[in-house]
C-alpha cells in the first residue's frame, strides 16, 4: 500500500469554503501548529482560489441554467474540496521530482477529476511545508448543466476518481488505492486498515517519548555503576633474578579484566542506542499518522458544519452524533419531556453525497 496515491473529496459551504482556502494559502490566521514555517515558501499556488464574491456568483450563474424555483441558499454548497495524498514509499519518488513536475502531475489529476465531474478547477495549491507532500483542489460546487457537483459524488464515481490519480502517476509506478471494503474481502489483517482515532494516536506518543527517555537514563545510570567497578591497574612486583644482573623489580599491568568489563559496556551502550533509535523512528511514523488523521477530522467536521444548517440533513447528523456520544458513555442519559413522542417521529433518509 506504500506505492499508492488517493483522493479524498468533501463538499464546502460558503463559510468552509473561506476556511479552506486560508488553510491552503498559509494565511496568518490559519497557519497550523504542525508545519515547518521554514518551509511555506517552498509550496505552489498552482491555481489562484476564487474570492467568496466570485465564487458565489459563479454557482449562481451556473444555477441559473436550470429552472429553481427559489434562490440559492445561504448554507448551500458552493464548492468540492479535494486532497491529493501519498503512501510512505510514493513520497520519497514525489519529493524526487522537480517542484515543476509535481505541479504538472497535481493540475492533470485535479483537471481530470473536474472534467469527470463536468465541472472546473478553482483552486489548486501544494503543500511542501509538511512530512508528507501533498496538494489541495477546489471545484466549483455546480457543473456545467447546472446541477450540485456533490449529488453526482456516489460510491462508484468516487472509485472512478482513485482510478484517475492512478493512472496519471502510473509511470512512476504509483497506483490507486485498494479500497476498505476490497481489503476486508481479501482477507487482510484489519491493523492495516483500521487506526487509532487522532486523540489516542496523540495520547500514545507522548507516553512512547517518555518511557524511552527513563530507559536512556536507566542505561547512563547502569553505566556510571561499571565504570565504578572497572578494577584499577593493578601491579604486581616481580622480581627477575639472574646470575649477571642485579635484582630488577618491575611492576606489569593487567589488562585483562578491564578489557572485558569495556567490552560488556560497550555491548551494553551499542543496545540502547539501537532501541532509542528505533522509538525515535516509531514516534515520526505516529507521527506522520496524526498529521493525517488531523486533515481527516478536519474534512470531517467540515463535512457536519456543511450539513448543520440543512432542514432535513441537520436534524439526522446531530442524532447520530448523540447516538455515539452515548455510546461512548455507560451513563444513562436523563429523559426530557417530549423525547417519547420524538423517538416516535419518522426520520427521513436522506443519503450524504460521500
Known amino acids: ?5 488517493s483522493i479524498r473529496v468533501a463538499s464546502l459551504t460558503a463559510a468552509t469554503a473561506t476556511g479552506q482556502a486560508q488553510h491552503d494559502l498559509r494565511t496568518a490566521k490559519a497557519i497550523p501548529n504542525y508545519i515547518d514555517q521554514k518551509r511555506i515558501n517552498d509550496n505552489s499556488i498552482i ?36 486532497i491529493i495524498t501519498f503512501g510512505t514509499k510514493a513520497q520519497s519518488v514525489i519529493r524526487d ?96 486498515y483500521i487506526h487509532m482515532s487522532l486523540t489516542e494516536l496523540h495520547g500514545t506518543i507522548e507516553p512512547n517519548i517518555e518511557k524511552a527517555r527513563e530507559t536512556l537514563q536507566a542505561a547512563e545510570a547502569m553505566l556510571k555503576i561499571e565504570q565504578k567497578k572497572l578494577p ?29 568489563y569495556t567490552t560488556a559496556v560497550n555491548n551494553n551502550m551499542l543496545s540502547l542506542t539501537t532501541r532509542l533509535q528505533q522509538t525515535e523512528h516509531s514516534r515520526r511514523v505516529q507521527e506522520v499518522r496524526a498529521i493525517d488523521l488531523q486533515h481527516k477530522l478536519d474534512l470531517a467536521n467540515k463535512r457536519i458544519k456543511a450539513y448543520e444548517g440543512d432542514k432535513v440533513v441537520g436534524p439526522i447528523i446531530k442524532q447520530r452524533v448523540a447516538e455515539l456520544n452515548k455510546l461512548k458513555s455507560p451513563a444513562p442519559e436523563p429523559k426530557f419531556a417530549g423525547s417519547e413522542r420524538q423517538s416516535n417521529a419518522k426520520a427521513h433518509h436522506v443519503p450524504l453525497p460521500y
Not at 458565489?56 to 474540496?81: F, G, I, P, Y
Open 1 to 5: 500500500m506504500s506505492m499508492t496515491v
Open 47 to 82: 491555481v489562484e482560489p476564487k474570492t467568496m464574491p466570485e465564487l458565489r456568483s459563479a454557482c449562481e450563474e451556473r444555477r441559473n441554467l436550470r429552472d429553481t424555483q427559489r434562490k440559492m441558499k445561504s448554507n448551500a454548497t458552493v464548492a468540492v474540496a479535494g
Open 97 to 192: 521530482l522537480s517542484y515543476e513536475k509535481q505541479n504538472a502531475l497535481y493540475r492533470e489529476t485535479a483537471e481530470r477529476i473536474a472534467a469527470k465531474l463536468n465541472t472546473d478547477v478553482i483552486s489548486l495549491v501544494a503543500h511542501r511545508d509538511e512530512y508528507a507532500p501533498h496538494a489541495h483542489f477546489q471545484l466549483l460546487g455546480y457543473d456545467r448543466e447546472g446541477l450540485p457537483v456533490p449529488r453526482k459524488i456516489k460510491k462508484q464515481v468516487a472509485r472512478e476518481l482513485q482510478d484517475i490519480a492512478g493512472e496519471v502517476y502510473a509511470e512512476f509506478g504509483i497506483n490507486r488505492g485498494v479500497s476498505k471494503e476490497l481489503r476486508i474481502e481479501n482477507g487482510e489483517d484489519p491493523s492495516s
Open 232 to 260: 584499577e591497574i593493578q601491579f604486581e612486583d616481580v622480581e627477575v633474578k639472574t646470575g649477571m644482573f642485579k635484582t630488577e623489580t618491575r611492576k606489569m599491568v593487567d589488562n585483562k579484566k578491564l578489557w572485558e
